[in-house]
């Protein structure tokens, strides 16, 4: 793990602390939920910021009555020592009905200092000739996912990519986010 890319575990060996932010969450319990931060932690949900304990309260508070759904830990990574993802898989009542969801952890001590929640999706990326981002020649293929110039290319398989479906960015192969597939 020297190069930061994170690695699968299983989800038993998740930190004490993730495992009793993610019970207490699931069970609405705000109290515990609360206890699990620093004082000074930051949550970024929904495109919104919460810092300190008094707002991420309330954001616990609103974010556990706004919908109604099951929730599901579908997988846990971890990218160093302090660093964590878990990736849950949620149905309900909310726009879309369902949505894969990556809590990104960030830990100082045993308490979790930032939580980044944002949607994981599977998505191709942009193809591969049309793509000015495609280092190799046009008669080349991709040498992200070896696929023919000008046949959409497809990301290996499990490898999520974060999209902000708010502004509808997409990725391009160079790991750089585009408008409508172009590069940026």
């Known amino acids: 793990m020297h190069d930061n890319q994170p690695r699968t575990i299983t989800p038993d060996t998740l930190p004490e602390v993730i495992t009793r932010y993610l019970t207490a969450h699931r069970a609405h319990d705000t109290a515990t939920a609360i206890a699990a931060f620093t004082r000074e932690a930051t949550v970024i949900d929904d ?7 008094k707002a991420i309260e309330g954001w616990l508070g609103r974010s556990a009555t706004e919908f109604t759904y099951t929730i599901h830990l579908a997988n846990a990574q971890q990218t160093d020592a302090t660093h964590y993802i ?25 308490l979790i200092e930032r ?6 999706v599977r998505l191709p990326v942009a193809a591969c000739a049309t793509s000015p981002a495609h280092p190799g020649a046009p008669s080349q293929p991709c040498p992200v996912c070896a696929r023919p110039p000008g046949q959409p290319a497809v990301l290996p398989a499990g490898l999520d990519v974060a999209v902000d479906l708010m502004t509808g960015l997409e990725p391009v192969h160079d790991g750089r986010f585009a408008r409508g597939g172009q590069p940026r």
């Open 47 to 53: 495109g919104n910021t919460y810092e300190g304990t």
């Open 86 to 110: 878990a990736t849950h898989h949620l149905e309900g009542n909310f726009p879309g009905g369902t949505i894969d969801l990556r809590y990104q952890f960030a830990l100082r001590g045993n």
């Open 115 to 120: 939580l980044v929640i944002e949607p994981s």
